[in-house]
């Protein structure tokens, strides 16, 4: 979904700092745990999902959640600590319309990104289909997408962080739930789990 990219929006320099540190510790609370992310003095300008070009594309929030919800994988984009980009596919599962889960090891490079800066891009594709178009003469696809931004939390509550696990392996393993209660003694206290809470509407874009 090219059209609707990561955007920081200079303009807010001029609306007061005041109203821009209210925007912008609505995405970097205070209290943010593991995160060290100094958003006061690194970031200036509020970031929001630039308008998609082609309106006609569009999806609403109610289908772009389908793609998340259909999509084999999500890919999640973050920031290393030194500013370069890191992305990659992770298996999120949804709980709500604004929150995903996933989980990983209790260490690893991005959890050093997300503990630097907590907000991250998340984009998936459910359907992608090559087509030649004899009519036009013209190579296309036809695809269904989605794209998102969130902010990310560690998940430290005992039961909040079983059934975000409980609720990965229901999407990804049904067949193999009898087998739940047994993994969780054994692996908990070493998994990480990492929360995504939806800092405005996702945004589906389709071509049919």
Same mark, same amino acid.
Not at 50 to 73: C, H, I, N, T
Not at 158 to 181: D, S, V
């Given at each position: 979904m090219r059209n609707s990219l990561l955007f920081t929006r200079s303009e807010k320099k001029n609306q007061g700092s005041d109203a821009l540190?209210?925007?912008?510790?609505d995405l970097y609370?205070?209290?943010?745990?593991?995160?060290s992310f100094d958003l006061r003095t690194q970031?200036?300008?509020y970031i929001y999902m630039k308008p998609m070009r082609k309106a006609s594309s569009q999806q609403d929030a109610g289908w772009a959640l389908e793609v998340f919800d259909s999509a084999p994988y999500v890919t999640v984009s973050m920031c290393r600590p030194d500013?370069?980009?890191?992305?990659?596919?992770?298996?999120?599962?949804?709980?709500?319309? %604004?929150?995903f889960y996933f989980h990983c090891a209790d260490e690893g490079e991005k959890l050093d990104c997300l503990k630097n800066n907590p907000i991250v891009s998340l984009s998936a594709?459910?359907?992608?289909?090559p087509v030649f178009e004899e009519d036009k003469l013209n190579y296309t696809e036809h695809y269904r997408s989605a794209v998102a931004l969130g902010r990310c939390e560690w998940v430290?509550?005992?039961a909040e962080k079983i059934e975000a696990l409980?609720?990965?392996c229901e999407r990804f393993l049904p067949e193999h739930m009898n087998h739940f209660e047994d993994a969780i003694a054994r692996s908990l206290d070493r998994t990480t789990v990492i929360k995504i809470l939806l %800092?405005?509407?996702?945004?589906g874009k389709c071509k049919q």
């Amino acid at each position: 979904m090219r059209n609707s990219l990561l955007f920081t929006r200079s303009e807010k320099k001029n609306q007061g700092s005041d109203a821009l540190c209210r925007s912008q510790n609505d995405l970097y609370p205070s209290d943010r745990g593991h995160t060290s992310f100094d958003l006061r003095t690194q970031i200036k300008q509020y970031i929001y999902m630039k308008p998609m070009r082609k309106a006609s594309s569009q999806q609403d929030a109610g289908w772009a959640l389908e793609v998340f919800d259909s999509a084999p994988y999500v890919t999640v984009s973050m920031c290393r600590p030194d500013g370069t980009p890191y992305g990659l596919p992770l298996s999120l599962v949804r709980a709500d319309e %604004t929150t995903f889960y996933f989980h990983c090891a209790d260490e690893g490079e991005k959890l050093d990104c997300l503990k630097n800066n907590p907000i991250v891009s998340l984009s998936a594709v459910s359907k992608c289909t090559p087509v030649f178009e004899e009519d036009k003469l013209n190579y296309t696809e036809h695809y269904r997408s989605a794209v998102a931004l969130g902010r990310c939390e560690w998940v430290e509550d005992r039961a909040e962080k079983i059934e975000a696990l409980r609720l990965l392996c229901e999407r990804f393993l049904p067949e193999h739930m009898n087998h739940f209660e047994d993994a969780i003694a054994r692996s908990l206290d070493r998994t990480t789990v990492i929360k995504i809470l939806l %800092t405005e509407s996702p945004v589906g874009k389709c071509k049919q």
